[in-house]
């Protein structure tokens, strides 16, 4: 993939990860063990959220652009699962 593509897809994926983890909530009316999984799909979200703009700003952007898709991913899981509430935005998230 040229540099060029790269970068561009670098600055979608951030653009829209950043976008969600504004965006997504916890749903209501989970139980203490399902708020505990959920809470755990959005610290991950947030971690690797956090490391792709550490490797994004050390050039490494292939490895920022799979940890952007990673973090995307499990934002998308817990909404899929029935755990975080996307707020009816099916262009940020798959809902189910």
Known sequence: MPD??????VARYRSLTETALKKIRL????TAKEKATAGDFLAMARDYARDAGYF?????????????????????????A?????????RLFTLP
């Open 4 to 9: 060029k593509e790269l970068l561009e897809r």
């Open 27 to 30: 749903k209501e009316g989970l």
């Open 56 to 80: 994004d700003g050390k050039g490494e952007h292939l490895t920022a652009l799979a940890a952007y898709s990673y973090a995307h991913a499990w934002l998308d899981a817990g909404v899929r």
């Open 82 to 90: 029935g755990w975080l509430d996307a707020q009816g935005d099916d």
